[in-house]
C-alpha cells in the first residue's frame, strides 16, 4: 500500500502559499504613456532685473522660468576663443541624476546655434526652474524648456543664429533649426524608436511642433519690438 506523508505535502503548520503577481503582457499599447498634447503657452521675459535675460513660459500644467547670466568673463587663467555655457535645471520631481543629463544635452544643443566666438574668454550661465510640474515625463518638457532658453537668450542680447526649438512624440524629443532641415539633437526617453519607420513618424510629429514652436517665437518678439518702438 503506498502511503504519502502529508506533512510533505503540505509542509509545516505556519506555511503559507506563495503568491506571485500576475503577469501582464508587455504590448506597446499596454505599457505606453500617453502625454498631454502641445499647449500653446503664455510667454514673458524681462521679468528678472538680476539677470541679463529672462523667460517664463506657461500653461495648464507647467510654468518654467529660465534665467540668462552673461556673457560674462570667466575667472580662468586660459584664454578660451569661444564662450563656455552652463545649464543648470531645478525640479522637485526628477532625479538629480536625469536633470544634469538633460542640461549636458542642452549645453550641445546651444553650442550649434549660439554664436560663441563672438565672446571669446567669456561664459553663460543658463537657469531652468520648473515651478509647476503636473506632467511626469521629462521629454514632454523639453519643446518648453528650449522656447524659455531661447527667448530667455534673446532677452540677453545674446546673438544666436536661428530661432531653433524642439518637438515631442512618443516620449521622444528632438531639436530642430533652420526651418527643420537640420536636426541639432535626440532626446530619447522611455522612447519607442525601433526601426526607420518609427523614427520617420517621430520625426514628422516633431517637425510639426517645431514649427509651430517656432512661429509662436517670432510672433512674440515682432509684437514685442512693435511695442518697444511705441513706447
Do not use: H
Not at 499647449?39 to 524681462?46: R, V
Not at 495648464?60 to 584664454?79: M, V
Request: negative net charge; proline residues 4%; charged residues 25%.
Amino acid at each position: 500500500m503506498n502511503v504519502q506523508d502529508r506533512r510533505r505535502i503540505l509542509g509545516p503548520i505556519e506555511a503559507r502559499p506563495l503568491a506571485f503577481p500576475e503577469v501582464k503582457s508587455n504590448s506597446k499599447e499596454e505599457t505606453a504613456v500617453v502625454l498631454s498634447e502641445f499647449q500653446a503657452p503664455s510667454i514673458q521675459t524681462t521679468l528678472l532685473k538680476n539677470c541679463n535675460g529672462s523667460c517664463i513660459i506657461e500653461n495648464d500644467k507647467t510654468s518654467i522660468l529660465s534665467s540668462i547670466y552673461g556673457p560674462r568673463s570667466t575667472r580662468s587663467n586660459l584664454f578660451e576663443a569661444r564662450c563656455l555655457i552652463n545649464v543648470t535645471i531645478k525640479s522637485t520631481i526628477f532625479p538629480t541624476s536625469e536633470l544634469k543629463e538633460l542640461g549636458s544635452f542642452l549645453i550641445n544643443v546651444l553650442e550649434s546655434f549660439v554664436c560663441l566666438e563672438l565672446y571669446p574668454k567669456a561664459g553663460i550661465d543658463v537657469f531652468v526652474n520648473l515651478n509647476i510640474e503636473k506632467v511626469c515625463d521629462l521629454s514632454w518638457y523639453i519643446p518648453y524648456i528650449m522656447m524659455s532658453i531661447v527667448l530667455g537668450l534673446v532677452d540677453a542680447g545674446i546673438e544666436i543664429s536661428d530661432l531653433p526649438g524642439c518637438g515631442f512624440n512618443d516620449n521622444n524629443a528632438i531639436c530642430f533649426t533652420k526651418n527643420g532641415s537640420e536636426v541639432i539633437g535626440i532626446w530619447r526617453d522611455k522612447g519607442d524608436i525601433e526601426n526607420e519607420s518609427s523614427f520617420g513618424d517621430s520625426l514628422d510629429a516633431c517637425k510639426e511642433q517645431y514649427l509651430q514652436i517656432k512661429g509662436l517665437m517670432a510672433n512674440y518678439l515682432l509684437s514685442k519690438l512693435d511695442n518697444d518702438k511705441t513706447k
